[in-house]
C-alpha cells in the first residue's frame, strides 16, 4: 500500500521516506516521534512512546488512510 515499498529508502530521512499526514495530527506525530529519538540517542536506552497513526502513501501518491 506504500508508494515507498516500490522504490529505495535506505538512507532517505524518516519523514521524507514516510512524510506525516498533517490534516490528521501528523505534526503532533511527528514531534512526539523526533523527541522522542532525541532522548534515546542521548541516553541510549530504549523508550516506550505509544502508538501514532501514520498513514502511508498509494501508488498515486496520495495519503492512503485505512477503513476502519
Known amino acids: 500500500m506504500s508508494d515507498s515499498l516500490d522504490r529505495?529508502?535506505?538512507g532517505i530521512p524518516m519523514f521524507v521516506a514516510f512524510p506525516p499526514n498533517e490534516s490528521s495530527d501528523g505534526a503532533a506525530a511527528k514531534h512526539a516521534i523526533k523527541?522522542?529519538?532525541s532522548r534515546i540517542v542521548a541516553s541510549g536506552e530504549p523508550e516506550d512512546i505509544g502508538l501514532y497513526r501514520f498513514d502511508l502513501k498509494?501508488?498515486?501518491g496520495c495519503?492512503?488512510?485505512p477503513s476502519v
Do not use: K, T, Y
Open 8 to 10: 529505495v529508502i535506505e
Open 58 to 60: 498509494d501508488h498515486l
Open 63 to 65: 495519503l492512503a488512510s
Open 35 to 37: 523527541q522522542s529519538v
